[in-house]
């Protein structure tokens, strides 16, 4: 049975990747990335809250994890969230050059003036030399 130090009342987007991955099996404890727990706080936070357990090698689904992962899948938000991870996914397989165009100019920002570019020279005296 699994004890929940810090109750979750509702799944986030801080909740949920943690908990996709240990419903897929790859939720795997790396110490080299993660010493202090072995998993990332978003792992360890679910661990506290009751929905994640200890498991060979990884963290797992407990009981509670998965009930209340599969209510959010059905949940309109966790619909609309699947169908946009399923359709990144998708855009992902593109060759680079196809998938190049979905980021325009204004979703990078605007590109940087002249005025912006001399800003990082940090010897501008030396550049002109």
């Known amino acids: 049975m699994t004890y929940a130090l ?10 949920v990747p943690s908990l996709l991955a240990a419903e897929a099996g790859r939720l795997r404890y790396d110490r080299s990335r993660y010493p202090i727990h072995a998993v990332s706080n978003n792992a360890m ?3 506290w809250g009751g929905l994640l357990e ?4 990884g963290m797992r689904l407990s009981a509670e994890g998965r009930a209340r992962l599969a209510e959010w899948k059905a949940s ?7 169908a946009s991870e399923a359709s990144d996914d998708e855009g992902d397989q593109q060759e680079p050059a196809v998938r190049s165009h979905r980021q325009t100019p204004t979703e990078s920002g605007p590109a940087p003036t002249v005025e912006v570019a001399s800003q990082l020279t940090l010897f501008p005296e030396d550049a002109q030399a």
């Open 6 to 15: 810090i109750p979750i009342d509702k799944l986030t987007w801080y909740h």
């Open 45 to 47: 936070a679910c661990h």
């Open 54 to 57: 200890d498991g060979h090698g």
């Open 76 to 82: 309109p938000e966790g619909c609309a969230w699947l």
